[in-house]
């Protein structure tokens, strides 16, 4: 860490910061991945790992994903989501559960054996788009300013970098959800996710994590949270014979909310943006499988494109153009079964 210049600087360490770093070097690029909690940290999230990210780890990172990151029950088997009407539509995947804090770790792994350097406990307070780099100051001064030719922000729904550089607000879906002790009867290698308004704004959700039911709720509004969580609950219990024992835990996160239009923002100058912060998002919150492929085209379109950074953007957002339709299918299968997300217009694509 005694450097004071690397060819790239990458933001958050989750699966699209682990993606850039280890494509970036492993072609033999300078990277340090900088990362504002102590790793391996715990990251609020289903953890369901669909068939497509499972592919996109081997294909990127040539690895199968170890057992040791997974939590029981390991094998997923799809999704099943309940419409208004309370009409399941079950799609079938195989897939894997897993606790993000060890699969993330997992990842970074792989990237710092490929030469990535990393540094954690530590985020960004300032970056400055100079002639010909992207300067950058920390939260820790021990660390000292560092420069690269780019910064490659990976920070998801936080954003620091994003909005302070483009003075934007923040645009925020509130999730909430407990892990439970008890009883319930549904398949717990499905993960299953309920549309109906009267249970959220969003989506609500069940999946089990290590005997651990996890019912959660996801909102615009953050004082609806208990009233929302109250009839989901209420739900369960009538619908499903749900019997809670005990509330281990509880938490809420934010996830960006993504617009009918898909506002994807690829950067500005040699800032560049990958994953949630990009605006790359599939429904009920998956970002992973996303967010490792738009890290991916972003780290191509930088080793493609080094010398000339007028042509890295551009790059960038033509090979992602088959992700981005993917996207906009995902979000429009949704409107067909819920008419919250018709209302919002993301039945026109």
Known sequence: MNKDAYDIIVVGAGPTGATCAKILAENGFSVLVVEKCKLPRYKSCSGMIIAKTAGLVKEYFHADIPDRVKCTPYDNYGMVFVNDEGKEYKFE???????????????????????????????????????????????????????????????GAVGTIKRSLLNCNKDYIITYQAFYEGNINL????????????????DAWFNVKDGMLV??????????????????????QEK???????????????????????????????VIFAGEVAGFLNPMGEGISCGMESGYHCAKAIIDNFNDSQKILPTYKQNTTDLLDYMKRQWHLVSIMSSKFKEKGFNRN
């Not at 398949?187 to 969003?202: K, R, T």
């Not at 019912?215 to 109250?230: H, M, T, W």
Request: charged share 30%; hydrophobic share 35%.
């Open 93 to 155: 995947q195989r897939g894997y559960n897993v606790w993000r804090s060890g699969f993330d770790n997992f990842l970074l792994e792989i990237a710092v054996e490929k030469g990535a350097e990393f540094i954690d406990g530590v985020s960004v307070s300032c970056c400055q788009n100079l002639k010909g780099c992207v300067e950058v100051t920390f939260s820790d001064r021990s660390v000292g300013k560092k420069r690269a030719k780019y910064l490659i922000d990976c920070e």
């Open 187 to 202: 398949d717990p290698h499905y993960f299953f996710a309920y549309l109906q308004p009267e249970f959220s704004q969003y």
């Open 215 to 236: 019912l959660g709720v996801a909102v615009e509004d953050k004082s609806k949270i208990k009233e929302y969580n109250k009839n989901f609950i209420k739900y369960m």
């Open 240 to 270: 499903h014979d749900l019997v809670i024992d005990k509330k281990v835990k509880e938490e809420k996160w934010i996830m960006p909310r993504v617009s009918p239009d898909y506002n994807i923002n690829y950067g500005i100058d040699r």
